[in-house]
């Protein structure tokens, strides 16, 4: 599993014009700025996104697994990207990658909401799991 975030910034506050770039893992975004999730995946999976954001909510940002064998976008080209809010800190986004479909996944997602997203290769023992953070100034 590859993942990278592709994001674009605002050249000027209060302009149009906007500058694409990939984060790095542990870069810094702003609010406002706009970001799609890239991830590429060299075999047959079931794949799941999950973020934790700034404020420390756990959420699932696919709510339908994705089958796939390649690049994966989210959202995809069609759709607007996601902008960060105005709450500051520190954000997360992982991929679970999965032989076989989590038929418990909202199970698990309640979990790492209880637990803490660091157990989150407990939580997924038999999944191949990516992980990216980067700081939301």
């Given at each position: 599993?590859?993942?990278?975030?592709?994001?674009?910034?605002?050249?000027?506050?209060?302009?149009?014009?906007?500058?694409?770039?990939?984060l790095k893992n542990g870069?810094?975004?702003?609010?406002?700025?706009?970001?799609?999730?890239?991830?590429?995946?060299?075999?047959?999976?079931?794949?799941?996104?999950?973020?934790?954001?700034?404020?420390?909510?756990?959420?699932?940002?696919?709510?339908?697994?994705?089958?796939?064998?390649?690049?994966?976008?989210?959202?995809?080209?069609?759709?607007?990207?996601?902008?960060?809010?105005?709450?500051?800190?520190?954000?997360?986004?992982?991929?679970?990658?999965?032989?076989?479909?989590?038929?418990?996944?909202?199970?698990?997602?309640?979990?790492?909401?209880?637990?803490?997203?660091?157990?989150?290769?407990?939580?997924?023992?038999?999944?191949?799991?990516?992980?990216?953070?980067?700081?939301?100034?």
């Amino acid at each position: 599993v590859d993942l990278r975030i592709t994001a674009e910034t605002q050249i000027r506050a209060g302009s149009n014009e906007f500058k694409k770039f990939t984060l790095k893992n542990g870069g810094e975004l702003s609010s406002g700025d706009k970001f799609r999730i890239i991830t590429n995946i060299d075999k047959n999976a079931f794949v799941y996104v999950i973020s934790k954001d700034s404020s420390g909510v756990i959420s699932l940002i696919n709510k339908e697994p994705i089958s796939a064998v390649n690049s994966i976008t989210l959202p995809s080209n069609n759709e607007p990207p996601f902008v960060l809010d105005s709450n500051k800190g520190n954000e997360e986004i992982h991929i679970i990658a999965s032989k076989r479909q989590i038929t418990d996944i909202d199970d698990r997602i309640e979990k790492l909401r209880k637990s803490g997203i660091i157990n989150i290769n407990k939580i997924f023992k038999k999944s191949k799991i990516e992980s990216f953070k980067f700081k939301h100034n």
